[in-house]
């Protein structure tokens, strides 16, 4: 496997009883990368997230982390998923921001920020607070360490779950539609702190209904509808330019919505 794949997805399958939800996705995410998922709600992109993270299991299909397999199909066609002490290490290569900042109401943020590195990476709590004081300072939060979720801006709490995320020092960063629970003058802020971690080359998957965003960030845009990947491609072409009837209704559809 090509070492600079950080990601490896490959025919991802799930199913919701009945509802077939992924229909054999496959992708790679390289490092240093930007990978933006579009499409209708319904499509499956929040499911192939969860499954990329592991909060979900997949039917069947292969999921790999730095050419470690997390996942593959075994002889009896279902998923088989590697043993707790190894998910636990793919784990440490990823990091998930959701899109309601899933904070803890009862820690500062600072503790918010320090308390994994602590307890799951056994930092020192100095080393984890001077990293962490150092990523909020990055972020324009620095002045905000000792206030609790409930005290800050929505837009402050997701720059707050970005900055915990970051702490980790993952290989790769998800985004679940980081921007969907904001109104539009908060939505900026935080679109404007992704787009500095794409500048300094952070690999990243962002689950977004935001285009414009997509077509000035990202390397790549996906294009999901109905579980399968319908369009891939550079952003000039996937959203400026696309093959398929199905994304040129999608964002014409958009469009209209935004005007």
């Known amino acids: 496997m090509?070492?600079?794949?950080?990601?490896?997805?490959?025919?991802?399958?799930?199913?919701?009883?009945?509802?077939?939800?992924?229909?054999?996705?496959?992708?790679?995410?390289?490092?240093?990368?930007?990978l933006a998922v579009i499409g209708p709600s319904g499509g499956g992109k929040s499911t192939l997230l969860?499954?990329?993270?592991?909060?979900?299991?997949?039917?069947?299909?292969?999921?790999?982390?730095?050419?470690?397999?997390?996942?593959?199909?075994?002889?009896?066609?279902?998923?088989?998923?590697?043993?707790i002490e190894k998910l636990r290490k793919i784990r440490s290569y990823f990091g998930l921001v959701f899109q309601n900042f899933n904070l803890f109401p009862h820690y500062s943020v600072l503790k918010n920020v320090t308390d994994a590195p602590v307890v799951v990476q056994k930092c020192s709590k100095r080393e984890a607070e001077e990293k962490g004081r150092a990523l909020l300072k990055k972020m324009g939060l620095e002045d905000k360490e000792t206030y609790y979720p409930s005290q800050l801006s929505g837009g402050q709490q997701q720059r707050v779950s970005i900055v915990r995320a970051l702490a980790m020092e993952p290989q790769i960063l998800f985004f679940d539609e980081p921007t969907s629970a904001l109104d539009p003058e908060l939505t900026g802020e935080v679109l404007k702190v992704i787009r500095?971690?794409?500048?300094?080359?952070?690999?990243?998957?962002?689950?977004?209904?935001?285009?414009?965003?997509?077509?000035a960030v990202a390397d790549t845009v996906v294009f999901m509808d109905g579980g399968v990947i319908v369009e891939q491609g550079p952003p000039e072409q996937v959203l400026g330019a696309p093959r398929e009837e199905r994304t040129r209704q999608f964002l014409a559809r958009y469009s209209e919505k935004e005007a």
């Open 2 to 34: 090509d070492a600079d794949v950080i990601l490896e997805m490959k025919d991802i399958k799930k199913s919701f009883g009945e509802l077939d939800v992924l229909n054999g996705i496959s992708l790679s995410v390289r490092r240093g990368e930007v």
């Open 196 to 215: 500095q971690l794409a500048d300094e080359h952070m690999t990243m998957v962002i689950v977004t209904h935001e285009m414009a965003f997509a077509r």
């Open 50 to 83: 969860r499954c990329a993270t592991l909060l979900e299991t997949i039917d069947s299909g292969a999921i790999r982390y730095l050419g470690e397999t997390a996942a593959d199909t075994g002889v009896e066609g279902s998923a088989v998923y590697a043993p």
